[in-house]
């Protein structure tokens, strides 16, 4: 596993920084329910896992790390309301995942031994602490490797993701006009299609991404 750097861990806490200021200019005194869309995203991983005993189900796994993706928004965000939105403090805690070499958390009496557990037993054990407002990085890691992410792939889909939630709001996501159905396919979907056909390496990958969307969301 990779190590998440500092520049790595300042840039995705400005992205996001700046997309909750888009949404809510008051963001930090607002205290929005972060960990609740964890909640959410990760049912909506286990979803893309598959977990139905009853019928067939394939794995989707780049749209299973698209919900990991999600859910790194989420975290980050509720790591810069922890720290008051001081962005060195809060990468100060994110960088201790580094160091962290813990294999087994503590909760509601139990001992979580992790590399005994499935990927869905270890995503239902983030929504577990996500409902008692704990953040807890070296199961999100563990999460990763398992979904076939690093840190590197990790920033750079969390880039990718950033784009489409500002193409999102300059579309009126907030007021409820944006369409997040396009010719047959959610947008997810397009921005996986579109981060294939593009350098994530090119400087002007932000940019190009954004038109991508763009003419596909008009056409």
Not at 76 to 86: H, Q, V
Request: aromatic residues 10%.
């Amino acid at each position: 596993m990779t190590r998440i750097a500092r520049n790595q861990a300042r840039v995705m806490l400005e992205l996001q920084a700046g997309m909750n200021s888009k949404v809510e200019s008051e963001w930090i005194a607002a205290r929005f329910p972060y960990l609740r869309a964890v909640v959410i995203e990760g049912a909506e991983a286990i979803e893309h896992h598959g977990w139905k005993w009853w019928k067939k189900q394939d794995r989707d796994l780049p749209q299973l790390q698209m919900e990991l993706v999600d859910i790194w928004h989420f975290l980050l965000s509720e790591l810069l309301l922890k720290n008051n939105g001081d962005h060195e403090r809060a990468a100060d805690e994110l960088l201790q995942v580094n160091s962290d070499v813990r294999t087994s958390i503590m909760f509601d009496g139990n001992d979580y031994d992790l590399t005994q557990l499935g990927l869905v037993r270890r995503l239902e054990l983030l929504i577990g602490l996500s409902v008692a407002r704990r953040i807890e990085l070296i199961l999100f890691r563990s999460i990763m490797a398992d979904c076939h992410m690093d840190w590197n792939t990790l920033f750079r889909q969390y880039v990718s993701k950033n784009v489409l939630n500002f193409f999102r709001q300059d579309n009126g996501y907030k007021e409820g006009t944006y369409r997040k159905l396009w010719q047959g396919k959610e947008d997810n979907e397009h921005l996986v299609e579109v981060m294939a056909l593009l350098d994530a390496e090119d400087p002007a990958y932000p940019d190009r991404l954004y038109q991508q969307l763009a003419q596909r969301y008009r056409a």
